[in-house]
């Protein structure tokens, strides 16, 4: 094969290599800071592409989506505009646990983004695989194409996802590929690793599509979406609450699923050896589920509709690499499915990611200055992981041009910042999937508070325009107002003694704040309404009344737990120190930290196999101007 001549090609200011949900995030955020972005992907026709479940949203996931949406980004906007069902999880639980859903329909959902950034000034898209990233002397300066082209730019920011040397797994079928039979990405893979980047290898699945005309939904229960209007962004608008939404299904597996699973082990890539990526632990393939939890007689599969205008269903948390014929017995097996017509099979894939703990939190790689990676490739799964690395990866390769300092999401301000401080402090040895439970501060961080939260910060980098940060003013205005008005009134026993007794609750004998009555756990803001007179309030503005006023001191007492962490945060640790030069520190410690080189002494107290008496010692060190650098 003839070499490819290179020439050099177009300037830019930032570069973003993939186009999946993290680096649609990268690129708009970087044009919209102002800075001219070159958006380079392997096929423009799969642009923000959903190869595994038409959905976004979930626990955690939910709230990344409104967060991104707050800080300006698309994704909040682009699934109102595009989903078929939307559902808010967890509704009997407590508001920090709350969570939206939406199914999308997959292909309107690449079509609306796609469009949004071909109209986006200072934004160009084009076709393109790139094969390596341009470095001197440890600064990216651009990236070569396959093609031979050199585009230049002082940021790049890579977001190859699962097509870094991405192999697809089918049963004995092996092949070279990208998600849903896409063009893999090797060489920039190989690049890296010349660059000395760690390298290591994950798997993850997607499951079987079937035709929904040949479903039989009698068999199956109903889930319908919300009637009660929801919104990813805030921005819209309660009358624009799809009426005619599509229903998804619930069955299960059964026995005889389980007996065909079994019987075929031998021929599972997961079990048989073939498979050598690492899995994600919280979304297993029904095999793995299957062997994992033998005691189960069942798991519940959901049927999913892939869109408006095609019979395609996902069939999800059925995740497999089985052999093709085996997966239409497993299929045929469960109820509704038994005459189910196979559309695409379900397979695993294996890519390429770059251990995390090499990225500073800005998401800019330690070892090449301007170079930073998103999504997928830092070790994560979901969209909604992706959109929200890319979100901060483009910002801060804008910021970088514009020469400023990184712009950085604590734990306490956001799930962004919760996922990020996880990957760049502990690495990850599996595919990470944010939870609520990895929040330590998650009564702050909820669905509903993520604009009073962020939409300053997005303002301040240039991400909100007038309109919206007037409606945000006029919102956050609104609530203190409220809030202050029932501090002033007054509840006297005679208005609500009735009212309690009919609820079977204990009356008053003094008067109280309406305040003070709201934080009652059988009175909502409705119920209050009837004994205060109504100022006609926004139900989103009622809705963070009420949860703030109830949950006063539960926030009060995470807020305290915040501000002892922040004087940590603000002992910052001189880069490239030389730990093996501090005396006292244990032998794990001292490797960990070596490693990771976290920035602040509350980074450092994060990392597994470094204690509190290790920080202690860190902490006389840099006090005492001690520390020795790397030389």
């Known amino acids: 094969m003839p070499e490819i001549k290179e020439y050099d090609a177009q300037d830019y200011d930032v570069i973003v290599v993939g186009a999946g949900h993290a680096g649609c995030e990268a690129a708009l955020a970087a044009a919209r800071m102002g800075q001219e972005t070159l958006l380079l992907t392997l096929n423009v026709d799969m642009l923000a592409f959903m190869p595994c479940n038409p959905s976004v949203g979930g626990p955690a996931k939910g709230i990344v989506v409104r967060e991104i949406d707050a800080l300006g980004g698309q994704m909040g906007r682009n699934i109102d505009a595009t989903y078929i069902q939307m559902r808010m999880l967890n509704t009997g639980k407590g508001p920090a646990v709350r969570a939206l859903r939406a199914q999308a329909d997959k292909a309107a ?54 097509s870094s040397r991405g192999k697809i797994i089918i049963g004995e079928l092996m092949y070279s590929s990208g998600p849903n039979n896409s063009l ?33 939904f009698s068999k199956t229960e109903e889930q319908p979406g919300d ?3 929801n919104h990813f962004s805030f921005t819209t608008p309660d009358s624009a609450y799809l009426k005619d939404q599509l229903s998804c299904w619930m069955t299960y597996t059964n026995q005889t699923t389980h007996s065909i699973i079994r019987e075929n082990l031998s021929r599972a890539p997961m079990f048989s050896g073939v498979i050598e990526g690492v899995g994600p632990r919280y979304c297993p393939s029904i095999e793995d589920k299957v062997v994992r939890f033998a005691d189960k007689p069942r798991h519940q599969i959901f049927l999913e509709p892939e869109g408006r205008d095609t019979a395609e269903y996902y069939v999800g948390d059925f995740s497999t ?23 695409r099979p379900g397979y695993a894939i294996e890519y390429d990611v770059i251990e995390p703990w090499q990225l500073r939190h800005s998401l800019e790689t330690k070892l090449v200055q301007g170079l930073f990676t998103a999504g997928q490739m830092n070790g994560t799964s979901g969209y909604e992981e992706a959109a929200g690395q890319g979100l901060m990866a483009g910002i801060n390769a804008a910021r970088r041009v514009q020469g400023k300092d990184a712009f950085v999401l604590g734990r306490d301000e956001a799930y962004i910042g919760v996922m990020i401080d996880d990957l760049v402090t502990k690495g990850t040895n599996e595919p990470y999937r944010l939870l609520t439970s990895r929040a330590e501060y998650r009564l702050l961080l909820r669905h509903d508070n993520a604009d009073l939260r962020l939409t300053e910060k997005g303002r301040a980098l240039g991400m909100i325009d007038d309109d919206r940060y007037a409606a945000f003013c006029a919102k956050r205005d609104a609530i203190v107002a409220e809030k202050e008005r029932l501090r002033t009134l007054r509840i006297k026993p005679g208005q609500v003694n009735d009212w309690l007794e ?85 032998t794990e410690a001292r490797q960990k930290l070596t490693k990771i080189q976290p920035e602040t002494l509350a980074q450092a107290g994060r990392i597994s196999g470094v204690n509190p008496a290790d920080i202690a010692i860190l902490s006389v060190y840099i006090e005492q101007g001690k520390i020795a650098k790397v030389s």
């Not at 990233?133 to 890579?158: F, I, N």
């Not at 690499?321 to 559309?343: D, F, N, R, T, Y």
């Not at 995470?558 to 922040?566: A, F, G, I, N, Y």
């Open 321 to 343: 690499s089985m052999p093709e014929e085996i997966q239409l017995k497993m299929l045929h097996s469960v109820a509704g499915l038994e005459k189910a017509a196979l559309m």
């Open 109 to 162: 959902y690449h079509r609306t983004m796609k469009n949004t950034i071909e109209n986006t000034p200072h934004l160009t898209l084009r076709q393109g695989l790139v094969n390596r990233v341009l470095v001197e002397d440890g600064q990216a300066r651009g990236v070569v194409t396959a093609t031979g082209a050199r585009y230049h730019a002082q940021s790049v920011v890579l977001t190859a996802g699962t």
């Open 227 to 229: 009637k009660t209007p």
């Open 184 to 216: 893999p990405s090797i060489k920039l893979s190989e690049n890296l690793e010349e660059l000395g980047f760690k390298l290591r290898r994950f798997k993850t699945g997607t499951p079987p599509r079937v035709d929904g005309n040949s479903i039989d």
């Open 502 to 586: 009919a609820q079977g609750k204990a009356p008053l004998k003094d008067g109280i704040t309406a305040a003070d009555f709201l934080r009652r756990p059988e009175v909502d803001y409705a119920a209050l309404l009837q004994f205060i007179p109504d100022v006609d309030l926004d139900h989103r503005i009622t809705e963070q009344v009420e949860i703030q006023t109830k949950y006063a001191g539960y926030i009060a007492k995470e807020q305290q737990q915040v501000d002892r962490m922040r004087r940590q945060e603000a002992k910052k640790i001189p880069d490239r120190i030389d730990y093996d030069a501090i005396t006292g520190l244990a």
